[in-house]
């Protein structure tokens, strides 16, 4: 049964950081990219940052350019996102997502197949 969970969430002050992990278990997402996406409440689900399978190619949203880095471990089937100089508006439900194992590089909400249950991040002003 494929699985993935999200740690790191938390609440922090603005300005702040936090380094959200997705470990993926079940089987193997070497060949598969990874995306990290947020859900503020009343909006729809937005893509974050996305990473390639190789690790070579990322993706992220004009939003957070600057700020966020999404990495991963193949080996440990583990993806993260580090978040710095949080804002407020950061504030969302983060979920992690994994795409077919099809060496496709994908950045979109629909384009992903498997989903964690989501980490809360809270930023206050």
Not at 12 to 34: D, I
Not at 55 to 68: D, Q
Not at 92 to 111: G, K, L, N, Q, W
């Amino acid at each position: 049964q494929v699985q993935l969970v999200e740690s790191g969430g938390g609440l922090v002050q603005a300005g702040g950081s936090l380094r959200l992990s997705c470990a993926a278990s079940g089987r193997t997402f070497s060949s598969s990219a990874m995306g990290w996406f947020r859900q503020a409440p009343g909006k729809e689900r937005e893509s974050v940052a996305a990473i390639s399978w190789s690790g070579r190619t990322t993706y992220y949203a004009e939003s957070v350019k600057g700020r966020f880095t999404i990495s991963r471990d193949t080996a440990k089937n583990t993806v993260f996102l580090q978040m710095n100089s949080l804002k407020p508006e950061d504030t969302a439900v983060y979920y992690c997502a994994a795409s077919a194992p099809d060496y496709i590089f994908r950045t979109s909400v629909h384009e992903y197949d498997y989903w964690g249950q989501g980490t809360q991040v809270t930023v206050s002003s």
